[in-house]
């Protein structure tokens, strides 16, 4: 059974840090393209930064840019999102997903496998 679970969410004041997890069972995180993504309440879903399974480069929304970046571990079969500096406008439900090939890897239509979520929320 694929599965991808995050943790790591929680309250934290502005200029906090927080370091998101994300594991997965039943496929490996090998080889794959990875995406953290975010949806505040009343928003869309959006891409936060992906790791790219062609060259194992990142891409950021500019909104992230400097402050979150992503690593995986593939021994352990994890996925990770470390927020630094976090905002309140930062305050969303993040998500990990998971695609066998993106072009595109910020955005969500690339992804075949996505975790429930985790949420995160920066007060002022």
């Known amino acids: 059974q694929v599965e991808l679970v995050e943790s790591g969410g929680g309250l934290v004041q502005a200029g906090g840090s927080l370091r998101l997890s994300c594991a997965a069972s039943?496929?490996?995180?090998?080889?794959?393209?990875i995406g953290w993504f975010r949806q505040a309440p009343g928003k869309e879903r959006q891409g936060v930064l992906c790791?790219?399974?062609?060259?194992?480069?990142?891409l950021s929304a500019n909104s992230v840019k400097g402050r979150f970046t992503v690593s995986r571990d593939t021994a352990k079969n994890m996925v990770y999102l470390q927020m630094n500096d976090l905002r309140p406008e930062d305050t969303a439900l993040y998500y990990c997903?998971?695609?066998?090939?993106?072009?595109?890897?910020?955005?969500?239509?690339?992804?075949?496998?996505w975790g429930q979520g985790t949420q995160v929320t920066v007060s002022s």
């Open positions: 997903a998971v695609a066998t090939v993106a072009n595109l890897c910020l955005l969500t239509y690339e992804y075949e496998y």
């Open positions: 039943g496929f490996t995180l090998d080889r794959k393209t």
């Open positions: 790791l790219s399974n062609a060259d194992g480069s990142t």
